[in-house]
């Protein structure tokens, strides 16, 4: 008579609470601003949190708007300049008031979109959650992004020197508009100084991001010497003159 022999094998995982914090991903028109959050998912209590957040030189903080959301109880915030566009962000509570809730937004601030479209990350560094013992129970971060839409036109060249030119003779150039936006650019019009610069046919259509145009004018006087001219160009593109 044979036995048969059987082995349990108990498997036993540490579960470890998870509390997290997050920026988002959001986007805004460029020489806009928008209200940014900062989220917390928590398993555990907290009763404060430090954390440094670093934006690109593109987006600008509105020092004066930072504020806790509606999870906060009796607690302070305050807002530490750090310089190259660093801050700290430190909030407690005199009493050891946890915050409310396990989801959401605990900070917002205001951003401001400069005149740069592009998508720039948003970082966090040295986040703190601090439970009634003073014990850092953060388990995970993530960072975020600020898309900033927005059309941007390069001009190549410049500046064109033709030379010398014999009177009453033509003499064409051309120059390059490149859109380096991430939104169309748009063509309202091409306006030379003066009357001795002329463009025919001209024909613009939306300038999609990455693509350009190539234009070509015309030159041709009666008049003798140098001869400086501009040629005035007005887009979508925002400006903050």
Known sequence: MTKKLYYFFILISAIIAQNSLSLPDVEGDVGDSLIYNVYVDNE?????????????????LDFSSPELTSRAVDHTLQVIDLGENRFRFFSFSQTQSNFSGQSGSILTFQIFLNANPGSFQTQLFNPVLGNENSVNIVSSFSNGQITVI????????????????????????EFTIHNEGNSSLIINNIQPSTSDITIQNLQINDISPGDFETITLFFTTENRGPISENILITTNEFSNE
């Open 44 to 60: 555990e209590s907290f009763v404060g949190f430090q954390f440094d957040i670093e934006l690109n030189e593109s987006l600008s």
């Open 150 to 173: 927005g059309s941007k036109a390069i001009y190549n060249p410049t500046i064109i020197d033709l030379g010398r030119v014999a009177l009453e003779s033509e003499q064409s150039f």
